[in-house]
């Protein structure tokens, strides 16, 4: 159980019993030798109006409290979610930025930014250091995109230049990778590539489903 739920029905109960023990205090000391007691209608009703105040006030509290860790336990989710999503989609993109950086523009891959665009327009869910990371690296994406275009227009582009801007894109996924980390994303496994294989195909993985039946 939650702590405020934990606090609330605490209260209610330490209130509850202290009514009823203020209720029954004259026929408590008359036990302990006090002068006789006489049941009182008056202390009977304040006390079970007093009781029923609180815990009245103990369920008001609940549902009001309630909705809102709800909210909270799917905006969580909701964050982790997506901060998975895009540490997967990042794995993806540094491998192709090494590429680049290692064999040129000749060894360019598509960048996919299918969850960066749909992080974009979900931000509300992170923070705003995660926010301001997206920001930044979206950019150096972009750079690449613009370099990418010039490159098809037979523009001259310093191979170097190529190599800076994937330093400084690596520089800005890994920032990324460490804010996704802290919004309580799940680092994805290690890509397993098929190195040698016979022939011209890689070979098919393995079968998930059973044989078709054949009538």
């Known amino acids: 159980m939650h702590k405020p739920f934990l606090i609330a029905k605490l209260i209610a109960w330490i209130s509850t019993l202290g009514t009823i023990i203020l209720s029954l205090f004259s026929g408590i000391k008359e036990i302990f030798g ?3 007691s006489f049941y009182d209608p008056n202390v009977a009703i ?4 007093l009781i029923t105040i609180i815990w009245y006030t103990y369920w008001t509290h609940l549902s009001v409290i309630i909705p809102k860790i709800e909210d909270q336990k799917k905006s969580e989710s909701s964050r982790k979610a997506l901060a998975t999503a895009l540490l997967t989609e990042l794995q993806r993109i540094d491998q192709i930025l090494r590429d680049i950086y290692n064999g040129g523009i000749y060894t360019y891959n598509p960048i996919p930014n299918t969850m960066l665009n749909y992080a974009g327009n979900n931000l509300h869910v992170f923070s705003n250091k995660t926010i301001k990371q997206i920001a930044y690296f979206q950019n150096k994406i972009d750079d ?3 370099m990418l275009i010039s490159h098809i227009s037979k523009s001259k582009i ?3 230049y190529f190599k800076l ?3 400084l894109a690596c520089d800005s996924l890994n ?4 804010s996704l ?3 309580g994303g799940t680092m ?5 590539f098929v190195e040698s294989y016979h022939g011209s195909f890689p070979p098919l993985p393995d079968k998930k489903f059973d044989e078709p039946v054949r009538l």
């Open 34 to 36: 006090g002068p006789k």
């Open 46 to 49: 304040l006390s079970v109006t």
């Open 144 to 146: 690449f995109h613009k």
């Open 158 to 160: 310093d191979g170097d």
């Open 165 to 167: 801007k994937a330093v």
């Open 175 to 178: 920032l990324l990778v460490d």
């Open 181 to 183: 980390m802290e919004e």
């Open 188 to 192: 994805p496994e290690t890509i397993k």
